[in-house]
Nanobody, 116 residues
Framework: QVEVVESGGGLVQPGGSLTLSCVAP????????MGWYRQGAGKQRELIAR???????YYRDSVEGRFSVSRDNAKNMVYLQMNSLKPEDTAIYYC??????????WGTGALVVVSS
């Protein structure tokens, strides 16, 4: 079964930046549309960014202009660059296939806490 591993989370002050990384060791991302999702405390998981196999990118309005999704097919990695972080960005961030109904097993995610 394919599992996803996210890394790069942490504690950051408002206005700061973080870069999250994602790899699925038993799969090749190259041919799949990939998404970054997040789940805040007491909230449902939501899709915030996706990058298609052809490279097209789409973002949720709340992160548009601040977050950037990218992929390195040679390294089988997907990244999420997060800038101008806000307290409301605090959540566990997950990477997986898009759309969610095609997802692999969910990893433990990367916890991002934005606080002063």
């Amino acid at each position: 079964q394919v599992e996803v591993v996210e890394s790069g989370g942490g504690l950051v002050q408002p206005g700061g930046s973080l870069t999250l990384s994602c790899v699925a060791p038993k799969a090749t991302h190259t041919y799949f549309d990939m998404g970054w999702y997040r789940q805040g405390a007491g909230k449902q998981r939501e899709l915030i960014a996706r990058i298609m196999s052809g490279g097209e990118r789409y973002y949720r309005d709340s992160v548009e202009g601040r977050f950037s999704v990218s992929r390195d097919n040679a390294k089988n990695m997907v990244y999420l660059q997060m800038n101008s972080l806000k307290p409301e960005d605090t959540a566990i961030y997950y990477c997986n296939r898009y759309p969610e109904r095609y997802s692999w097993a969910w990893g433990t995610g990367a916890l991002v806490v934005v606080s002063s």
